[in-house]
């Protein structure tokens, strides 16, 4: 069981607009901590998409975005791709655990 | 453009010590500018934090796993290292390592260049 809730899939079809929600507590995401997401292929490296909530790394598409309210965070990806098609993942510090944590992972499929 | 490439034994018997190597190209771990750390997912899990080093070797190490991990720089080979003691079947995961941007607030933590994996299998 992760620290920080991820529904396990999401799916849409090209072009459309997806939110992935990640749910954490008053010792991560609600007490103020950064959150960052990553985009993973199975079998590559994972890639930073956002960090400090809503920052974007260069090259990372303006088609995602970060934002955080309360005990939660969400990453939307709009004008949806193929390519798009891979496993994402939150992640905060947890100030009870005295670490970083990571949501589970959401399985974004693409009809 | 950075490049890391994890190396080290696929498999490791029970009770005994997981070790691997991340070599670093393209970069200097010796900079200021990054720390270093490794992260895990276990088959059908999500990632795990195992620890970072800072380049002056100060480590940090997830509680859960702190009593049996140590993470090392070389400097001389541009490498970092993490070894795991007492591996039970739970310890079977990919291993990632990965770079991190050194700044200001303490508890802001994102890896920004990784490597492929290491699969390790803890198998009799």
């Known amino acids: 069981q992760s620290v920080l809730t991820q529904p396990p899939s999401v799916s849409g079809a090209p072009g459309q607009r997806i939110t992935i929600f990640c749910t954490g507590t008053?010792?991560?995401?609600?007490?103020?901590?950064?959150v960052q997401w990553y985009q993973h292929l199975p079998g590559t490296a994972p890639k930073l998409l956002i960090f400090i909530n809503n920052d974007r790394p260069s090259g990372v598409p303006d088609r995602f975005s970060g934002s955080k309210s309360g005990t939660s965070a969400s990453l939307a990806i709009t004008g949806l791709q193929a390519e798009d098609e891979a496993d994402y993942y939150c992640q905060s510090y947890d100030s009870g655990l005295s670490g970083w944590v990571f949501g589970g992972g959401t399985k974004l499929t693409v009809l | 453009q950075v490049r890391l490439q994890e190396s080290g034994p696929g498999l490791v018997k029970p009770s005994q010590t997981l070790s691997l190597t991340c070599t670093v190209s393209?970069?200097?771990?010796?900079?200021?500018?990054?720390?270093w750390t490794w992260i895990r997912q276990p088959a059908g899990k999500g990632l795990e934090w195992i620890g970072h080093?800072?380049?002056?070797?100060?480590?940090e190490y997830n509680p859960s796993l702190k009593s049996r991990v140590t993470i090392s720089l070389d400097m001389s080979k541009n490498q970092f290292s993490l070894k795991v003691t007492s591996v039970t079947a739970a310890d079977t995961a990919v291993y990632y390592c990965a770079r991190a941007p050194t700044v200001i607030d303490p508890t802001s933590f994102f890896p920004d260049s990784w490597g492929q994996g290491a699969l390790v299998t803890v198998s009799s």
């Open positions: 080093i800072y380049t002056r070797g100060t480590t």
């Open positions: 393209g970069d200097s771990i010796g900079s200021n500018s990054y720390f």
């Open positions: 008053n010792s991560n995401i609600g007490a103020g901590y950064d």
